[in-house]
């Protein structure tokens, strides 16, 4: 499950890189695309980790 602040913060990091494509020049649409890879990537391994609502459920 994601977090509600990482939502809200790849929500602000997509507005802030259309106007770095915009306005800014090759190295800062460079660093924005890694900052959206490194977000996504988090999402990924947050929706990748397995539920712990269980954690004290046993096999019988």
Known sequence: ?????????????????RFV????????VAL???LLMEIGSEIASREREPDCANDDARPE
Request: avoid cysteine; charged fraction near 30%.
């Open 1 to 17: 499950m994601t977090d509600e602040w990482l939502d809200r913060t790849a929500e602000a990091i997509l507005t802030a890189h």
């Open 21 to 28: 494509i915009e306005h800014g020049n090759p190295r800062m």
């Open 32 to 34: 924005s695309r890694l």
